[in-house]
């Protein structure tokens, strides 16, 4: 009995491991905004940077940490 429960905890363990690691990936979402050289508008960019120098036209949610985007200079 004792040790179907170790078993039972060890496969738990790799599973949520297993988990953990594969939500760690990169995201397949493309919402790039390029930016062309002669824009002056204002910028947006996720403050966590989850998305390094990554930056928005408008507005809105990090589409990684769901933070709102805040105005870069």
Known sequence: MKKMLTIAVLVAL??????????????????????????????????????GEKTYASPGKCPKCGMALTKTE
């Open 14 to 51: 790799v599973a949520v491991t297993i988990f953990a690691i594969s939500g760690c990936g990169k995201s397949q979402e493309t919402t790039t905004v390029e930016k062309p050289a002669e824009q002056s508008a204002a910028q947006y960019a996720c403050s966590m940077k989850w998305e």
